[in-house]
């Protein structure tokens, strides 16, 4: 058995020419964007983490619009919905049919935190176990699954997450001896 891998190994290619299946994307410019000012599927970036948007779920109306980016696997997508009113977002993510869950943002963060924010948190169980029995069933290895409430967050994002406007709620900042602050140290 081993033999005939060597030998099928010989015959696949040194290398393997990636950029040919890069997808030809329209640019979008994040500069400016404003989610109250979107009327219809163009005013949209056509890709978004998981995929290509698809125009036909575009709904738009006075409360707000909504909108489905649809990955590559069956099933996947990122759905999408600004509620004016509320001044948020809510996000659905979906992976080969398994709900990802769903998240609440407020609009004054920009969209591109908010995908990178529901991307980096740690994925939800049940696309970890699907995951598991897929790779394990494909590939003859074992998965070692991250111990619950394990993810740790690098020190530095954990703590600059509010600086760089990334939390859920909005904050202002106050300045030891400024208006808003107790004392002059700022507490």
């Known amino acids: 058995m081993i033999r005939s891998l060597l030998a099928r190994q010989d015959q696949l290619p ?6 040919q299946y890069a997808p030809n994307r329209v640019p979008f410019s ?3 964007w404003d989610p109250a000012q979107v009327r219809s599927p163009g005013d949209l ?4 983490i998981l995929g290509d948007l698809d125009g036909t779920t575009f709904e738009a109306s006075a409360s707000g619009w909504s909108a489905r980016w649809r990955g590559t696997e069956d099933d996947t997508h990122f759905d999408v919905t600004f509620k004016a009113d509320k001044e948020r977002y809510e996000v659905c993510q979906t992976w080969r049919g398994l709900d990802g869950g769903y998240s609440l943002y407020s609009s004054r963060i920009p969209l591109t935190k908010v995908i990178g924010q529901a991307l980096y948190s740690q994925f939800p169980t049940n696309w970890d176990s699907a995951a598991k029995a897929q790779l394990e069933a494909a590939y003859q290895l074992a998965v070692v699954e991250q111990a619950k409430n394990a993810y740790e967050p690098r020190r530095d994002s954990r703590r600059l997450h509010f600086l760089r406007g990334w939390s859920h709620e ?6 030891p001896g400024g208006p808003g602050a107790r004392s002059s140290a700022g507490f």
């Open 45 to 48: 970036p056509q890709y978004l």
């Open 170 to 175: 909005y904050v202002e900042e106050v300045l």
């Open 14 to 19: 040194a290398s393997i020419r990636l950029i």
């Open 30 to 32: 994040w500069q400016g």
